[in-house]
C-alpha cells in the first residue's frame, strides 16, 4: 500500500488552524507614516494623485500624526516642502525651515512615544528638482562631493530639530559616512542614520513627485539612483552604507523588489526596512477606486508580502488605514 498523500488543508480549516500555524506578522509597530508638510499655505492641499493623502500644513499635520499615532502607529517619516527653492536647495538646512518646524511641531504633539525620522535630500528644496548641486557647466548629473558636503549640514539642522533619525535618499556615494561624521561633530551622536541603501532608479515614484513638488526639470536620476536590472549591487550598496555607519537599511520600491529584500534580509542583521512606494499606493487605489480589486485586502496581502520577504519595517501610504484594519 502506497503512503497517504499529505493533507496540507487540515491546518487551513478554520481562523483558528490559520491563526495558530502564522509565519509572518504584521502589526501597526511595523509601519512608517509619511507626512508631507508644505510651507506658506493655510489649508491642508490634497494629493490628486494620493487619494487620503494632502500637503499639511504645521496645525493640520498635528492632527493628522496624532490620529495616526492613536492607530498604534509608532514612527513618521517627514517631508518638507518650502516656500522658496534655489539652486543649491538651502532652505534644506535653515534650522526654522519647514521640515525642522514640522518636527518640533510633532515632537510637541507626540512627545517620546513617537519615532520621527527626516527625510535627507535636495530634491523638494532645489529649484531644478534634483537631490544634488550641479559642478560649473555640467547638467549631466548631480555632483557628487559638493552634495554630501550639504548633506552634512542638513543632517546636523534636522537632528538639531528633534529628528529620531535622518533618511539619506539621494543615493550619493560617502553620504552616510559623511552624515555620521557631522551629526557626531555636531554634538548628535545620539542620532541614528536609516539609509535609503538600495533606491532605484523607478518609474513608481510618480505620484510622490506631485507631493513633494521634487520632480526633476530636466534630465533623471538613472545616474545615481540604482538600475532594475541589478541585485547583486543592492547587497554591495547595503553592505558599504552599514560600513559607513547606517543603524537601519531601507530598499526602496518594494513590491518589485521583493528579491532584493528577501537577500537583504539574509545577508544583513541591522533593521531593515522596505518602501512601499507611492505608485505603488497609486496602483491600489486606482484599482480599488473602480472596484476592480479589494483595497483592505489587497494592502493587507501586499504589506503581509513585504514583511514575508523580510522586511522589518514598511514605510507605506497605508499606514493609517492598515493601521486601522489590522486592530
Ligand atoms: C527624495 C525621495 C523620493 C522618494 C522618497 N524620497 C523621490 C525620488 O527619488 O524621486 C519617493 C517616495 C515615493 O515614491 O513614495 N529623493
Known amino acids: 500500500m502506497g503512503a497517504m498523500p499529505p493533507r496540507l488543508r487540515r491546518l487551513r480549516r478554520t481562523e483558528a488552524l490559520r491563526a495558530l500555524v502564522r509565519e509572518t506578522d504584521l502589526a501597526p509597530r511595523h509601519l512608517v507614516a509619511p507626512l508631507f508638510v508644505k510651507e506658506g499655505i493655510g489649508e491642508p492641499a490634497p494629493i490628486a494623485s494620493m487619494p487620503g493623502h494632502a500637503q499639511h500644513t504645521l496645525e493640520s499635520v498635528r492632527k493628522e500624526a496624532r490620529e495616526i499615532a492613536e492607530r498604534g502607529v509608532l514612527a513618521f517619516l517627514v517631508f518638507g516642502i518650502p516656500a522658496r527653492k534655489d539652486p543649491r536647495g538651502s532652505e534644506a538646512w535653515n534650522d526654522d525651515g519647514i521640515a525642522q518646524a514640522a518636527l518640533r511641531a510633532l515632537r510637541d504633539e507626540l512627545g517620546g512615544d513617537a519615532v520621527l525620522i527626516a527625510d535627507l535630500c535636495l530634491c523638494e528644496y ?33 537632528a538639531g530639530a528633534g529628528a529620531d533619525l ?37 518609474s513608481f515614484y510618480g505620484p510622490f513627485r506631485d507631493a513633494a513638488e521634487g520632480a526633476p526639470s ?50 544583513v542583521d541591522v533593521p531593515l526596512a522596505a518602501y512601499n512606494v507611492s505608485g505603488e499606493y497609486a496602483m491600489v487605489k486606482a484599482a480599488a477606486e473602480r472596484g476592480w480589486l479589494d483595497e483592505r485586502q489587497a494592502t493587507l496581502e ?11 519595517l514598511i514605510v507605506t501610504y497605508h499606514a493609517r488605514e492598515a493601521a486601522d484594519w489590522l486592530r
Do not use: W
Open 126 to 158: 532645489t529649484d531644478h528638482g534634483h537631490c544634488g548641486v550641479f559642478d560649473e557647466g555640467d547638467r549631466d548629473a548631480p555632483a557628487n562631493d559638493p552634495t554630501v558636503e550639504l548633506y552634512r549640514r542638513i543632517a546636523v539642522s534636522q
Open 302 to 312: 501586499v504589506l503581509t508580502a513585504i514583511r514575508r520577504a523580510g522586511a522589518d
Open 166 to 202: 535622518v533618511a539619506p535618499s539621494g543615493m550619493m556615494d560617502g553620504q552616510v559616512a559623511a552624515i555620521r561624521e557631522a551629526l557626531d561633530d555636531g554634538g548628535h551622536a545620539g542620532t541614528g542614520i536609516l539609509a535609503y541603501a538600495a533606491k532605484y532608479a523607478s
Open 218 to 267: 530636466f534630465g533623471d536620476r538613472r545616474a545615481h539612483q540604482m538600475d532594475p536590472a541589478n541585485a547583486d549591487e543592492a547587497l554591495r550598496e547595503i553592505r558599504l552604507d552599514i560600513e559607513e555607519g547606517a543603524d537601519a537599511v531601507m530598499v526602496k520600491p518594494a513590491l518589485a523588489y521583493l528579491d532584493v529584500i528577501g537577500r537583504a534580509r539574509e545577508e
